[in-house]
DNA sequence: TGTTACAGTTACTTTTAGTAATCAGCTGAC
DNA sequence: GTCAGCTGATTACTAAAAGTAACTGTAACA
């Protein structure tokens, strides 16, 4: 017996590639949450260190550079003494502010549902 | 000097905050993958297996054990021979929807710029 | 002269994930 | 009756990723 799909399972393929795809970029524990953080603000190097909990140097400077190679982040060096590098999201970066928002939204409600706080 | 903030900051980091708690969740390779293709239907653990691209069973049964202990998913054994088991998401899995298709939506048009195809 | 801040990097350890084999219960074929 | 195959996993072993802490080098500041 063929099953009989509830769905278009050409187009549920299609997402659940395009889902793929999206993390297939966005893989690892640091990326979003850095995103997030360079949402709002162009930051430095030490600023995100603060803004993104728990992070080391090592993972943020490895994370900022395959951001970068994925062009969703700029990085300038700015001359200042010492030297400070600003790290921005790129206009293909902001694209995915919606799907930083949607994980807010969701993070936010759940926050709730478990304290039971606002 | 102080900086003055370009965006009031208890609600940056009430966003950056928002989307770490929803990280710690969806955290890992393959959960959000699991529940993008938990979207549509209900799978069996073999079905998830094929549609979720790449993953192991050993993975797959421990993500799928997670994602319940976080009452995203239910896990049903039904009484067939051999036994088969349903994982489907629950009602709180499915607030997850708007979270998967903003990812789905960047995803496929990610896929776009990069193939330069639809 | 010593301390601090900047933006990283390096060597080493721990954790997590991937691979392939195996388990147990049952069916149907030979 | 026993062998292969399906179900949903689990186990031992290996490889990859992430975490930790120390360190680099430049320059301002005290």
Known sequence: MIKE??????KCTQHIMAVHDAMYI????WK???IASLCFNTLRFTDLLREVEGI???MLSRELKNL???QLVTRTVLNTQPITVEYQLTEYGHTLKEVI????KW???HRKKITGKE
């Open 107 to 109: 993070g936010y409600n």
């Open 101 to 104: 928002d949607s994980l807010a």
């Open 5 to 10: 799909p509830k769905h278009d399972p050409k």
């Open 32 to 34: 979003i949450s850095i």
């Open 56 to 58: 080391s140097g090592k």
């Open 68 to 70: 970068e190679e994925n």
């Open 26 to 29: 966005l893989n690892g524990r």
